[in-house]
């Protein structure tokens, strides 16, 4: 004899099975069919979906088979990711870190040598290996941001949180790939965060005031969000990883330029690190700049930022002020 528990889910099996025939889930030509084995099993087990006393000992509503079986699903879905998890941080054997920690440090190797997409496949590669290093996906991020892939970016630097939640440099990196993205809010909130783990990193306090000031100075702005956000991406960066000076005729505007906090900030770091000093003094600038003064008239400042040669001593002097790699080991 059928126990109540087995009569309720067959009066829930036959609501199913009738629904299914009403709403056109079942065919028309097979709905006789159908009919005909809901007949069957209610009688096997002593269950009439007509009844209304049992309805009333039976149905589920209103929740039905359908939202019940989901339910289940969801919840086995999520032990399942749970367990796989767990398993992968804790069954990664002792020459599996090791192999990972080798590909890390090639890795930043790639990244001094500014090799960005080998730094990326090396970082990829001891992520694949140990999963469960925050600083892997952090460095990437770092990586994904030097060669102007802010969005994978910001994901490395929330898989990084994500893994160690006061790992501060994850949220260095995270509020740099959002300010290169022109999103000043959420890159505010990362370095609030990163300071809230790290309050003496002088780096992350001063790249906090360079965001607020860049929000302050949108939040005054009436230029529509989505023609200023076009205008900030152009102003921050060209091809080359230089600020864009094309104003008319190949010139800046200067006051734009000297009203921009996030190149205010860039030209102090240089002239404190010394780096401003070396590239003065550099014989090639000087050639250039006589070589392009020669007619008399003021340089045309856009062909010299497009110079190869100028690039990359700028770059060069620049070095210092870019995300590095961490070294740490976790």
């Keep these: 004899m059928a126990t109540e528990n087995k009569k309720a889910l067959v009066y829930s099996i036959l609501e199913f099975l009738q629904k299914s025939c009403e709403d056109g889930t079942i065919s028309k030509d097979d709905t006789e069919g159908i009919e005909v084995a809901m007949q069957c099993i209610g009688e096997a087990f002593g269950v009439d979906a007509s009844d209304e006393k049992q309805k009333e000992l039976y149905s589920t509503k209103p929740a039905t088979l359908l939202s019940i079986f989901d339910v289940y699903l969801r919840t086995k879905k999520n032990t399942q990711s749970a367990a796989t998890s767990s398993k992968s941080e804790s069954n990664v054997s002792e020459e599996d870190k090791k192999a990972a920690e080798e590909k890390k440090v090639l890795g ?27 600083v892997y996906y952090a460095n990437r991020a770092a990586a994904y941001s030097q060669q102007g892939d802010h969005e994978k970016a910001v994901n490395d630097a929330k898989k990084a949180v994500e893994i160690d939640p006061k790992y501060s440099k994850a949220y260095s990196r995270m509020g740099h790939a959002y300010f290169c993205l022109n999103k000043f809010d959420e890159a505010v909130k990362a370095y609030e965060k990163g300071l809230e783990l790290e309050p003496g990193n002088a780096t992350i306090q001063q790249s906090l005031a360079t965001a607020k000031a860049k929000l302050g100075s949108d939040s005054e702005s009436n230029t529509p969000t989505a023609e200023r956000s076009g205008s900030d991406s152009a102003s921050s960066s060209s091809a080359g990883g230089f600020p864009n000076l094309g104003g008319a005729g ?19 770091q240089m002239m404190s690190s010394g780096a401003l000093d070396g590239l003065m003094n550099n014989p090639n600038i000087a050639r250039m700049a006589q070589q392009m003064m020669g007619g008399g008239g003021a340089p045309n400042l856009q062909e010299m930022m497009n110079n190869p040669e100028l690039k990359k001593l700028a770059r060069d002097a620049m070095s210092g002020l870019s995300p590095k790699p961490d070294d740490d080991k976790k």
């Design 108 to 134: 930043n190797r790639k990244v001094a040598e500014r090799n960005y997409p080998e730094a990326i496949k090396l970082y990829t590669e001891a992520i694949t290996l140990n999963g469960s290093n925050a």
């Design 250 to 268: 190949g010139m800046p505007d200067l006051g734009s330029l000297l009203n921009n906090p996030a190149l205010m900030n860039m030209a102090q």
